[in-house]
């Protein structure tokens, strides 16, 4: 299949997809399910808008999308990365993010200002606690735009300014390491991808073997095609939300942040000290510049993307807590064992309380969180 042909108005491969108005897209949807075995469109649209965001103005956008083993996460970011804004990160040291070597090249100024893949987390949740605490705390304090650090070098005292979205594979098996990030302060937003049916999968990939390295040449044309068509709009930086967008995407974002919001407990389950609810800033710029992403690939309705961003992006058990809450409220007696320290963590938070024997949301917040978790699947 030539590069051409992807885009063709009569191949019947490229026919615009129920609900997206860019021939792009739809196109690249068609080529990715065809060889890949793609359902998750809305998930999928979620990443390329992403990828896309990067050419807008703003703060940098940190997207985790996680999903089974050999489910397509990789192929997707194995496109992206061939555009020529996009750098690679697979191997990540707190080390060579301070950049301490004299003379040496600085990882963080090989990233600055591109669009930062990462295929797989594995070599980053396999380092030790230690190490993994150590660098949490360090990406935090790079994603909120400056990283200081003293050497007994003649470098000295350096500050390393850098801003670069990235897009980071993994699978569910950064959720056991995910409550630590939690109280450092959070910078990610999370997509769950959702694979195709195994057995289909399997078959694709059997057909794909003997010409893989040719398909995977016409995808990354095709996705990198679509980036350049999105660079070459003249309004690219006049994009912007109307304010009944601005105003939805920032409540939901308030409302996110404040359900994943971590609450410490010691050894024992015992609460270490009164949480703090994080403020949904982070969120809200992040969520924005998706939405308009979105925008640039003419979809002009962001809830369905934005809802299902919010979703992954509170901890599942939190999440299931919150589906039994909706469903008029928790018996003390009956609820599932799994959930109990969920549901005394969105006590602290002040998000339920108990009354008649019942866990149920504050009045305050049950319309809004009602109104979120409408749009989950």
Same mark, same amino acid.
């Given at each position: 299949?030539?590069?051409?042909?992807?885009?063709?108005?009569?191949?019947?491969?490229?026919?615009?997809?129920?609900?997206?108005?860019?021939?792009?897209?739809?196109?690249?949807?068609?080529?990715?399910?065809?060889?890949?075995?793609?359902?998750?469109?809305?998930?999928? *649209?979620?990443?390329?808008?992403?990828?896309?965001?990067?050419?807008?103005?703003?703060? &940098? @956008?940190?997207? /985790?999308?996680?999903?089974?083993?050999?489910?397509?996460? $990789?192929?997707?970011?194995?496109?992206?990365?061939?555009? #020529?804004?996009?750098?690679? &990160?697979?191997?990540?040291?707190?080390?060579?993010?301070?950049?301490?070597?004299?003379?040496?090249?600085?990882?963080? *100024? %090989?990233?600055?200002?591109?669009?930062?893949?990462?295929?797989?987390?594995?070599?980053?949740? *396999?380092?030790?606690?230690?190490?993994? $605490?150590?660098?949490?705390?360090?990406?935090?304090? @790079?994603?909120?735009?400056?990283?200081?650090?003293?050497?007994?070098?003649?470098?000295?005292?350096?500050?390393?300014?850098?801003?670069?979205?990235?897009?980071?594979?993994?699978?569910?098996?950064?959720?056991?390491?995910?409550?630590?990030?939690?109280?450092?302060? *959070?910078?990610?937003?999370?997509?769950?991808?959702?694979?195709?049916?195994?057995?289909?999968?399997?078959?694709?990939?059997?057909?794909?073997?003997?010409?893989?390295?040719?398909? /995977?040449?016409?995808?990354?044309?095709?996705?990198?095609?679509?980036?350049?068509? @999105?660079?070459?709009?003249?309004?690219?930086?006049?994009? =912007?939300?109307?304010?009944?967008?601005?105003?939805?995407?920032?409540?939901?974002?308030?409302? $996110?942040?404040?359900? /994943?919001?971590?609450? #410490?407990?010691?050894?024992?389950?015992?609460?270490?000290?009164?949480?703090?609810?994080?403020?949904?800033?982070?969120?809200?710029?992040?969520?924005? %510049?998706?939405?308009?992403?979105?925008?640039?690939?003419?979809?002009?309705?962001?809830?369905?993307?934005?809802?299902?961003?919010?979703?992954?992006?509170?901890?599942?058990?939190?999440?299931?807590?919150?589906?039994?809450?909706? #469903?008029?409220?928790?018996?003390?007696? #009956?609820?599932? %064992?799994?959930?109990?320290?969920?549901?005394?963590?969105?006590?602290?938070?002040?998000? @339920?309380? =108990?009354?008649?024997?019942?866990?149920?949301?504050?009045?305050?917040?049950?319309? /809004?969180?009602?109104?979120?978790?409408?749009?989950?699947?």
């Amino acid at each position: 299949m030539e590069i051409a042909e992807l885009f063709g108005e009569s191949n019947e491969n490229h026919k615009e997809v129920e609900g997206y108005e860019n021939s792009h897209l739809s196109g690249l949807l068609a080529v990715f399910g065809q060889h890949f075995g793609i359902v998750d469109k809305l998930g999928f *649209t979620i990443i390329i808008a992403t990828a896309v965001a990067h050419q807008l103005p703003g703060e &940098m @956008v940190w997207l /985790r999308f996680y999903g089974a083993s050999r489910s397509g996460k $990789t192929e997707i970011l194995r496109a992206i990365a061939k555009h #020529s804004d996009s750098a690679e &990160m697979e191997v990540i040291t707190p080390a060579a993010l301070r950049g301490g070597l004299e003379e040496g090249k600085r990882l963080l *100024t %090989r990233l600055d200002g591109k669009l930062v893949i990462t295929k797989d987390l594995a070599a980053i949740l *396999t380092n030790k606690r230690e190490a993994r $605490t150590e660098l949490a705390g360090v990406l935090r304090h @790079v994603k909120d735009g400056t990283l200081t650090a003293d050497f007994g070098t003649k470098e000295g005292h350096i500050e390393q300014k850098a801003k670069f979205d990235w897009i980071i594979g993994t699978t569910p098996v950064f959720a056991q390491y995910k409550k630590m990030e939690d109280l450092l302060g *959070t910078r990610y937003i999370d997509l769950n991808w959702k694979a195709a049916n195994r057995g289909d999968m399997a078959l694709q990939a059997l057909g794909n073997n003997p010409n893989l390295t040719e398909i /995977r040449k016409i995808i990354a044309e095709a996705v990198c095609k679509l980036i350049d068509a @999105v660079k070459e709009k003249q309004q690219l930086r006049g994009v =912007k939300l109307d304010s009944e967008s601005a105003k939805w995407i920032a409540d939901w974002a308030d409302l $996110t942040a404040l359900l /994943r919001s971590p609450v #410490s407990r010691d050894a024992q389950h015992r609460i270490k000290f009164q949480p703090q609810p994080e403020v949904g800033t982070d969120l809200a710029q992040g969520f924005s %510049r998706i939405a308009l992403g979105l925008n640039l690939l003419g979809i002009d309705n962001y809830k369905p993307y934005i809802a299902r961003l919010a979703q992954d992006s509170i901890p599942y058990s939190r999440r299931q807590a919150v589906r039994q809450l909706l #469903s008029g409220g928790v018996d003390e007696v #009956s609820i599932k %064992r799994d959930y109990y320290y969920d549901l005394e963590d969105l006590g602290e938070l002040n998000i @339920v309380r =108990k009354s008649g024997g019942k866990w149920q949301f504050v009045p305050e917040l049950m319309a /809004r969180i009602a109104g979120l978790a409408y749009w989950w699947d």
